[in-house]
């Protein structure tokens, strides 16, 4: 059974993590077992709990009140690292106004493809089209030609975001690290995507744990039943 180190800090990706992924993002569901066992923790950890999402903060906090004491969202672009603080964001470049346009023709152009628009970046989803999901690279490796400096694409599950380069999962970890109630103790990071090995990376960087979700929990219900385990 995986056991947490003392004093850890717990560092806690959100969309298959703590939260079963659902066929579209704001289709998600937060189980009142999962509310319970982060307050909880929050309080076992001396507020050590942090949320690391690709996720806007204003998702989050809709999501999950103030129930993380911490939220890095966006992929590392934008952190908050106490409840009513100011969010801080990272110095990145904007969307070219033309690709938010462009990204809805792509995806209308392949039916059951669906855009997500964050404040920052872009995602293709295909859960519902898998089949639809090498056309729609091609086409953001299009639209990205010119621009690889500022911004990449990054491989999700059953989707592609294209986001501003300068800011990971892993600048997220180190940074609430580097702050109190955080700093100190022992990074452990949990996740079960692509983006989160930056911030298993950094945890392990910082003397921690990276735990990935189905390596060590199944999914993210195997997650929230040993969060609440460990929280009773
Ligand atoms: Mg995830």
Not at 12 to 29: F, H, M, S, W, Y
Not at 121 to 139: D, I, M
Not at 181 to 210: H, N, Q, S
């Amino acid at each position: 059974m995986t056991s947490l180190p003392p004093n850890a800090a717990l560092l806690l990706d959100l969309d298959g993590t703590l939260i079963d992924i659902a066929r579209t993002p704001d289709a998600v569901v937060v189980p009142p077992d999962l509310r319970t066992s982060l307050a909880r923790l929050r309080t076992l950890h001396a507020d050590a709990v942090a949320v690391v999402t690709g996720r806007p903060i204003e998702q989050v906090d809709a999501l999950l009140d103030d129930l993380p004491y911490a939220v890095a969202g966006e992929h590392g672009g934008a952190i908050r690292h106490a409840p009513g603080e100011a969010i801080e964001r990272a110095a990145l470049a904007d969307l070219p106004a033309e690709w938010l346009p462009r990204a809805a023709t792509i995806a209308a152009t392949h039916p059951g493809a669906l855009l997500e628009e964050k404040r920052r970046s872009f995602v293709l989803h295909f859960r519902l089209a898998p089949e639809a999901g090498p056309a729609l690279y091609a086409a953001m490796q299009a639209l990205l030609a010119g621009h690889e400096d500022n911004f990449a694409i990054m491989p999700a599950l059953m989707a592609w975001e294209m986001k501003p380069r300068g800011a990971d999962k892993a600048t997220a970890v180190t940074a609430l690290m580097a702050r109190s109630p955080f700093t100190g103790r022992t990074p452990v990071y949990i996740g079960d995507d692509t983006t989160d090995e930056d911030g298993m990376r950094a945890a392990r960087a910082l003397g921690g744990l990276g735990w990935r979700v189905q390596e060590h929990f199944g999914d993210a219900a195997g997650v929230r039943a040993w969060l609440a385990r460990i929280s009773a």
